[in-house]
């Protein structure tokens, strides 16, 4: 059964909120994976408000060491079936959330994508989705992160970004 996550709280009176990306490395989003169950990647994505004043990164990775953030609540990790299970992912502030407060100390990561955000406007587009074929879908490995981390060096943007996945294992 697929998931889906977002980085915020799950819309209710008000649209999809956006999340500034500051002018250093910052987790967008992260999913703590419990000590049960792996993770494979279905989807991801992101779209941006406005280019940044310089080139950024945008980038999906494993890592063994969890940011700070504003923790999910079961709600903010919906099955995309309705009458499917609640995701296992274990939430809290060093687990599944969004807008990293720290970054922690990562000392070992798998990068599953990276790509550019253009601060040339229309250039390279300001949003970017990937899908995986059923044989080349990364799996995150029990009781890791996987982070969507944006660089965006010397002016802020406003970035949406979500995970589609499923729990395997």
Same mark, same amino acid.
């Given at each position: 059964?697929?998931?889906? /996550?977002?980085?915020?709280?799950?819309?209710? @009176?008000? #649209?999809?909120?956006s999340? !500034?990306?500051?002018?250093?490395?910052?987790?967008?989003?992260?999913l703590?994976?419990?000590?049960?169950?792996?993770?494979?990647?279905?989807?991801?994505g992101?779209?941006s408000?406005?280019?940044?004043? #310089?080139?950024?990164?945008?980038?999906l990775?494993?890592?063994? %060491?969890?940011? @700070?953030?504003?923790?999910?609540? $079961?709600?903010? +990790?919906?099955?995309l079936?309705?009458?499917?299970?609640?995701?296992? =992912?274990?939430?809290?502030?060093?687990?599944?959330?969004? !807008?990293?407060? #720290?970054?922690?100390? !990562?000392? $070992?990561?798998? %990068?599953?994508? @990276?790509?550019? =955000?253009?601060?040339?406007?229309?250039?390279?587009?300001?949003?970017? +989705?990937?899908?995986?074929?059923?044989?080349?879908?990364?799996? /995150? #490995? &029990?009781?890791?992160? =996987?982070? %969507?981390r944006?660089?965006?060096?010397?002016?802020?943007?406003?970035?949406?970004?979500? +995970?589609?996945?499923?729990? &395997?294992?």
């Amino acid at each position: 059964m697929p998931y889906i /996550v977002w980085n915020g709280p799950a819309p209710t @009176t008000a #649209a999809q909120q956006s999340v !500034t990306t500051g002018t250093a490395i910052k987790t967008m989003l992260q999913l703590a994976t419990p000590s049960t169950r792996q993770i494979q990647l279905l989807e991801w994505g992101w779209s941006s408000d406005d280019p940044p004043g #310089a080139d950024g990164v945008i980038e999906l990775l494993q890592t063994d %060491v969890a940011a @700070t953030v504003t923790a999910h609540v $079961a709600a903010g +990790v919906p099955n995309l079936d309705p009458n499917g299970a609640a995701s296992l =992912l274990t939430l809290g502030t060093s687990a599944t959330g969004y !807008t990293a407060s #720290a970054e922690g100390s !990562t000392t $070992a990561s798998r %990068v599953f994508d @990276t790509v550019s =955000l253009s601060s040339v406007s229309g250039e390279s587009g300001l949003s970017y +989705v990937r899908q995986w074929m059923p044989d080349a879908r990364p799996i /995150v #490995a &029990v009781s890791r992160f =996987l982070r %969507v981390r944006a660089t965006t060096p010397t002016t802020a943007v406003d970035l949406r970004c979500y +995970v589609v996945f499923q729990e &395997v294992g």
